[in-house]
């Protein structure tokens, strides 16, 4: 099975989506389609054996709809010297064209420039250089700036289309409404040339508006070749309305206009071209302003995607040489200067430095680099210069993966969407349906044939499902690039649904709640032995130790620049301590236990070892040539931010749970820090994932937060599994969200993102059936059978236009979107 | 042709789309018609249209006597247009026909007949060989097109002669019981003593007429209508 995105174009509704769903879904070989209207993705799992991308792509073509080129190929422009004539142009399109990964190339002689478009996955900008090269020309450097993005590209001209065509409809709708309303207006009566007196000239001025309403049904043409197309399919849309509401403007019209000649001159007060022409303008600009709206949607990615630079100094020959950064290679050194960006992942083999991560993290303490530390492409090297070794590029780089995460959450279609395909997929038919009854309806109360029309056009115009295609999809956008941009990565947009309905979130303890890393907390000597001294002899005692209680003595010996001494002799009692000769000492190192097994008396340090342990932390006892000589406590403490972001989630109604394998004590002890409201203590790595399942059977909703391989079980069995920081991989690949920062306050911001987002969605959903609940019986003439107004069909396209149009603004509030915290204005 | 350059020619094209269609008389259905209605007219009073060679004007009579004449040369010395009608139901009814305006208004004292001069212009009328009164109303129509108007609530066309004054015909004789329509604007008459209620043989009534700038509005006339078929 191969799983595919591909791009849909001409898309104008959730019918259109569907439309392409069930064309697609019935395909044979096909497992499984799924359409994003706001991101335009068909996301496509398919058996290659049996399917073909074309084959696809011409499904996708003969219902009426597109598929845009492949948004991995880029396009870039070559400057090259040495041409001479059009024999030197074909030359390098022969060599050129034929490398694999290149689409098409076109060079121009006048310009100097080839044009290539290429995929550079497939083939590297220097290949294409060599080829030119090899051909006898020089290619000179290509500017970074003109490597445009296709997607980005399509979407430009997309909107600019949208405009030119919303500009031409709208330069006939404006004359056309003068001609039309102007001299009926009650107080303005606008002036009209003698020319074009109704009264007067009629013909003239019928034909002067069916000239102007030519350009506008032009501007307008998709909606008659999609519509009609979808129409003849028998599986009518957003476009369909439109053709047939502003059709029948039109021929009713044009039947006025064939009265007219024939002498019936007061059917130039049954001209309805007017109708047609605002119709399709004001559709125009709203579907112009919402294709600018639905590419703000997708700005997070774009930010995301622009962090990475343009280029890379590599070391050639152990000299400095730019290159695009598509050119470099893993296992290349990189250089790095204070101020640029790290092109790509590596490990630092030269040199120290201070890197800003918070691009990617969102964490905004630059981290320290130095030799054998990881960097990531995008971040930015602060005051150091460092030479690092590429161990990720491409596709493969931290940032690419995040970029895809996103793409492929912002694609993703929430549950709550598919209330929005069912409704959409018999909408348009129904609607067809009722504007037919109700035009009907009005002729057999014995109203006149340009009553009913009104009503027909009225109903099929304001009744565009567009706004409902577009509820659920452009929050998803906006609240998942919102989340990228700090850090919190939902995947998908099931996900992002699931977290706002989290009832109760289990925290893993070790590496979530806490540092991950025990500290010295306290050092307890005896007998007038100094607290540093005491702690010199433990960490000599653990120097060789690989114990984590044993390093964080030792790092704590470390960071109070004590002497690094080194024990002569060394032994491990396994679940007891250690025993070490130090200058010609023998200090022990442990548990009760190793005490008595000695025979070495605790005495007064009984009391405050039991006080250390009911604190939570782990107190060691240390004797010194067979007599007490104090304690040494050890810790993992809560991070700084750990109770903040507990209060927060109780604040916001969540249950918080800790759950850890140590014991019931210790947890207890950091339970009370940190403020949790239940504790599972001393739960086995393996049992994680049954305590996650027995808070389910209590039903409640759960979101597991966790950072390590062993928690990787409970993130998949909680209903959302939360990965933290820089957790490991396994973690990653089984949870529903991602938090880049190893920062706790981020869980409830996500679930508030979440929050936010559904709430927006319901918003959007309100709206968009909101528009067509109230507008169709409006429409259908409801409220003018009760005495009430009318509602004429050029305002039923305002309305209609502006339902999308407030959707995706609406939509975009989530850019503003604040990730409040306690103590952050 | 470069998107650009289509975008340019769009506004020339739908220029001259437009003078062609300004200029193009087969677009002029009201004119057109207006001829062809006015010559069933002609063809259906009793008093069939007639040259006067005194005045060098064509005229039709009604049956009741009154009469719409149009000049066969608008660059002549008399009047373009004249309404010719009884005057003795309007001084029955009050008339002093000293308070009339004389630019406008004639009563000949012998004949008792009150006569209606209109001045539309002083182009000259060219025809091939002796004019007919058709040629002479289609002539009007060509140069002075303004004048000739449809009346939506009467299903008629007219001639606006001036200063509200007007003469109207069906457009259809066979369908309209208003045939052909002495229209007087009674405003000079009622301040030159006429009382409205006691002029015999003329309504007294409100119109529908659309003013300069083409809204409706209610205006009283003396109407004096015939029905021919």
């Keep these: ?825 | 042709m470069t998107s650009k350059v289509k975008l340019l020619l769009a506004p020339v094209a739908a220029a001259a789309a437009l003078g062609f269609l300004i200029g193009c008389s087969a677009l002029d259905v009201v004119g057109r018609t207006a001829v062809t209605t006015y010559r069933a007219l002609l063809e259906a009073v009793p008093d069939g249209p007639a040259l006067d060679g005194s005045t060098g004007r064509f005229y039709v009579q009604s049956p009741g006597g009154e009469r719409f004449e149009w000049s066969a040369d608008f660059s002549g010395s008399g009047p373009d247009f004249l309404i010719s009608l009884d005057a003795a139901p309007f001084l029955e009814a009050g008339l002093e026909p000293e308070r009339l305006s004389g630019e406008r208004y004639a009563l000949d004292p012998t004949t008792r007949r009150l006569a209606l001069a209109f001045e539309a212009g002083d182009k000259g009328f060219a025809y091939k060989g002796e004019p007919s009164p058709l040629e002479g109303f289609q002539k009007i129509v060509e140069s002075y097109r303004p004048l000739v108007g449809y009346h939506e609530a009467l299903d008629h066309y007219g001639l606006a002669l001036g200063d509200g004054n007007m003469f109207e015909w069906a457009k259809d004789l066979s369908k309209n019981d208003k045939d052909m329509v002495f229209v007087l604007n009674p405003e000079p008459l009622l301040a030159a003593g006429v009382d409205p209620a006691k002029v015999q043989g003329w309504a007294f009534a409100k119109v529908e007429v659309k003013d300069s700038a083409g809204a409706m509005m209610q205006v009283d006339k003396f109407l004096k209508p015939y029905e021919l078929r």
């Design chain 1, 1 to 825: 099975m191969k799983v595919e995105e591909l791009t849909v174009t001409g898309m104008t509704c959730a019918s259109c989506s569907s439309r392409v769903e069930r064309v697609v879904g019935k395909l044979a070989g096909v497992k499984s389609a799924s359409v994003n209207l706001a991101t335009e993705k068909l996301s496509l799992e398919y058996d290659e054996a049996v399917l073909s991308e074309e084959q696809v792509a011409q499904a996708v073509q003969k219902a009426g709809y597109g598929i845009a080129p492949k948004e991995d190929a880029k396009r870039v422009t070559i400057p090259i010297e040495g041409m001479t004539c059009a024999s030197c142009v074909a030359r390098i399109e022969k060599v050129v064209g034929r490398l694999e990964g290149v689409r098409s190339v076109a060079v121009n002689l006048a310009t100097e420039r080839a044009d290539v478009l290429y995929v550079p996955q497939t083939v590297r900008l220097s290949a294409i250089k060599q080829a030119i090269s090899g051909a006898g020309y020089t290619p000179r450097e290509v500017d970074a700036g003109q490597s445009v993005d296709l997607d980005a590209e399509r979407k430009r001209k997309a909107i600019r289309n949208l405009r030119i065509r919303f500009i031409v409809a709208a330069a006939a709708a404006l004359p056309l409404l003068y001609l039309a309303m102007g001299h009926m207006l009650p107080q303005v009566r606008l002036p009209l040339p003698a020319f074009l007196d109704p009264m007067q000239y009629p013909l003239v001025f019928a034909v002067v508006q069916l000239l102007l309403v030519i350009p506008a049904i032009g501007a307008g043409s998709r909606f008659y070749s999609v519509g009609l197309k979808a129409l003849w399919h028998r599986a009518p849309n957003m476009d369909s309305l439109i053709a047939i509401g502003t059709a029948a403007a039109v021929l009713y019209s044009l039947a006025s206009t064939v009265r007219i000649a024939m002498g019936q001159f007061m059917a130039a007060e049954e001209l309805y071209f007017e109708t047609a022409a605002v119709i399709i303008a004001l559709i125009l600009l709203g579907k112009s302003l919402e294709a600018a709206s639905k590419g703000k949607t997708s700005q997070a990615i774009k930010k995301l995607m622009g962090l990475a630079p343009k280029t890379a100094v590599i070391l050639v020959d152990g000299k400095d040489t730019e290159v695009p950064i598509a050119e470099v290679e893993v296992g290349d050194l990189v250089r790095v200067k204070p101020g640029e960006k790290i092109p790509v992942d590596g490990e630092v083999v030269e040199g120290y430095t201070a890197v800003d991560e918070s691009m990617l993290t969102g964490e905004s303490i630059p981290v320290e680099k130095k030799a054998g530390d990881p960097v990531t492409g995008a971040s930015l090297n602060k005051n150091g210069s460092i030479v690092f070794r590429a161990t990720r590029v491409g596709a493969d780089t931290a940032l690419a993966q995040i970029v895809k995460l996103v793409e492929q959450a912002q694609g993703s279609k929430a549950p709550i969407a598919q209330l929005a395909d069912v409704v959409s997929g018999y909408f348009v038919p129904i609607v067809m349906g009722i504007a037919l009854l109700a035009g009907l309806a009005w002729l057999a109360t014995g109203e006149s044939v340009v009553f009913g029309l009104t009503i027909f056009t009225a109903v099929l115009v304001i009744a565009c499902p567009c706004a409902l295609g577009l509820a659920t999809p452009t929050a998803i956008m906006v609240g998942t690039g919102r989340g990228a941009e700090k850090g919190i990565l939902f995947k998908g947009g099931a996900a992002l649904e699931q977290t706002h309905r989290v009832q109760t979130v289990v925290l893993d303890k070790t590496g979530t709640l806490t540092e991950g890393r025990p500290v010295v907390t306290d050092v307890v000597p005896l007998d007038g032995l100094a607290p540093a001294e005491l702690l010199r002899l433990a960490a000599a005692a653990e120097r060789g130790s690989e114990h984590p209680l044993g390093e964080a003595i030792v790092r704590g010996a470390a960071e109070q620049g004590l002497a690094a001494t080194v024990a002569d002799r060394f032994q491990a009692i396994p679940g007891k301590g250690i025993v070490a000769s130090i200058e010609g000492r023998e200090v022990l190192l442990g548990n009760e236990s190793l005490f008595a097994e000695r025979g070495v008396a605790a005495g007064p340090l009984a009391a405050r070892w039991a006080e250390l342990a009911s604190a939570g932390k782990t107190p060691m006892f240390i004797a010194v040539g067979g007599k007490a000589a104090g304690i040494v406590a050890v810790a993992d403490l809560p991070k700084p931010s750990s109770a903040r972001a507990v209060k927060t989630m109780r604040e916001m109604g969540l249950e918080v749970v800790m759950l850890t394998g140590d014991n019931r004590r210790t947890a207890q002890a950091v339970a009370a820090l940190v403020g949790v409201d239940r504790v599972l203590a001393e739960v086995l790595p393996k049992d994680k994932a049954e305590a996650v399942k027995a808070i389910q059977a209590e039903g409640r909703r759960v979101a597991m937060v966790g950072d390590g391989i062993n928690d990787a079980a409970a993130l998949a069995q909680a209903d959302i599994g939360i990965a933290i920081g820089s957790g490991t991989d396994v973690a990653i690949e089984s949870a529903d969200l991602v938090l880049m920062r190893d920062d706790l306050e981020d869980v409830p911001a996500a679930i508030a993102l979440s929050r936010a987002t559904i709430r927006n969605i319901k918003q959007n959903l309100f709206w968009a059936f909101g528009y067509n609940v109230l507008g169709i019986p409006i429409a259908a003439g409801l409220l003018h059978a009760f005495g009430g107004p009318l509602l004429n069909p050029i305002f039923a396209a305002a309305a209609m236009s502006m339902s999308s149009v407030s959707v995706v603004s609406n939509a975009l509030r989530l850019r503003r979107f604040r990730f409040r915290k306690k103590g952050e204005k």
